[in-house]
């Protein structure tokens, strides 16, 4: 996580409260004597601490605590210490700070909450689409597709412009949260918000069809792209052939590799296996074997290549 250590010293150099004694000068001196020791013997006082902070509408200096408390790791933070932070700082007008904990609370493995999410509205805090975007990716990467989908909500109900950005970070959330419904529902509205899909859309739609078993699907939206005069590219290939595979049509999957093929598009790895695995499983050894050598030609072409 991208704390500032530097900036948490500047912001804390002041008076502060840990429990009921008072704490003098700057954060490293607060912070080697008393903060650190008390919180991490009890949960309690970092609730205390927070909770006067908040009080105090000392928002700076709640937000700075919260980034030393995560940069030591002594302590695990809570959903509601993070909340505590961001309602704090959206009532100081701070919305990049509330922001920032918004963002960083599924790369910490918690769960933002309405409170978390309705707070900057309320206080008609004014935050762009690129800072939208930035806590929609980091709710993809921390698996939290639900929130993805709550702050795209919130984005059309507030008026924040939306681009194609928002629309594939929110289509991946709900990909690797094995939603493909909500993934293509998403990408079925694109054209109703005047956004054009591109080859990221189409293949996270297809990959989260894919975790879903729906080869058909699938199959659909690789089709569509072509109509829609979008080139795909391996990875939508490649989520398709993994469609195919798990779907067990293996004639679906070659035909796809051969699409690949005469298309010009980079084979790889999981493109050969998933082709492979489909001739076994349709119990086609001899073509998996032919498929087995050519990936290992292909690789020491590669290799060749590479080395020259």
């Known amino acids: 996580m991208n704390w500032c250590r530097s900036c948490a010293k500047q912001r804390l150099k002041d008076t502060w409260i840990v429990g009921q004694r008072p704490v003098q000068g700057n954060l490293e001196a607060s912070l080697e004597s008393m903060l650190l020791p008390e919180v991490r013997r009890s949960k309690a006082i970092l609730q205390q601490v927070l909770r006067k902070l908040s009080e105090q509408k000392r928002a700076n200096l709640l937000y700075a605590t919260l980034k030393t408390i995560e940069e030591d790791g002594g302590i695990k933070l809570e959903d509601s210490n993070c909340t505590v932070g961001?309602?704090?700082?959206?009532?100081?007008?701070?919305?990049?700070?509330?922001?920032k904990l918004l963002e960083v609370m599924p790369e910490m493995k918690l769960q933002p909450n309405v409170i978390s999410y309705n707070v900057m509205p309320e206080m008609k805090l004014?935050?762009?689409?690129?800072?939208?975007?930035?806590?929609?990716?980091?709710?993809?990467?921390?698996?939290?597709?639900?929130?993805?989908?709550?702050?795209?909500?919130?984005m059309r109900k507030g008026?924040?412009?939306?681009?194609?950005?928002?629309?594939?970070?929110?289509?991946?959330?709900?990909?690797?949260?094995?939603?493909?419904?909500?993934?293509?529902?998403?990408?079925?509205?694109?054209?109703?918000?005047?956004?054009?899909p591109n080859v990221i859309s189409y293949s996270a739609a297809i990959s989260a069809c894919e975790k879903g078993g729906q080869?058909?699907?699938?199959?659909?939206?690789?089709?569509?792209?072509?109509?829609?005069?979008?080139?795909?590219?391996?990875?939508?290939?490649?989520?398709?052939?993994?469609?195919?595979?798990?779907?067990?049509?293996?004639?679906?999957?070659?035909?796809?590799?051969?699409?690949?093929?005469?298309?010009?598009v980079s084979l790889d790895v999981i493109s050969y296996n998933a082709a492979?695995?489909?001739?076994?499983?349709?119990?086609?050894?001899?073509?998996?074997?032919?498929?087995?050598?050519?990936?290992?030609?292909?690789?020491?072409?590669?290799?060749?290549?590479?080395?020259?």
């Open 86 to 99: 961001i309602s704090t700082c959206a009532r100081a007008k701070m919305w990049q700070q509330a922001l």
């Open 215 to 264: 080869w058909p699907q699938a199959l659909k939206l690789l089709e569509a792209m072509r109509e829609m005069k979008v080139q795909p590219n391996v990875i939508s290939y490649d989520a398709a052939i993994s469609a195919c595979e798990k779907g067990g049509q293996w004639r679906q999957a070659l035909k796809l590799f051969e699409a690949m093929r005469k298309g010009k």
């Open 159 to 196: 008026k924040v412009a939306l681009d194609v950005i928002s629309c594939n970070a929110t289509i991946s959330s709900c990909e690797k949260g094995g939603q493909w419904p909500q993934a293509l529902k998403l990408l079925e509205a694109m054209p109703e918000m005047k956004l054009q």
């Open 276 to 308: 492979i695995s489909a001739c076994e499983k349709g119990g086609h050894l001899r073509q998996a074997l032919k498929l087995l050598e050519a990936m290992r030609e292909a690789m020491r072409t590669a290799a060749t290549s590479f080395n020259r």
């Open 126 to 154: 004014q935050p762009n689409v690129i800072s939208y975007n930035a806590t929609i990716s980091a709710c993809e990467k921390g698996g939290q597709w639900r929130q993805a989908l709550m702050l795209f909500e919130a």
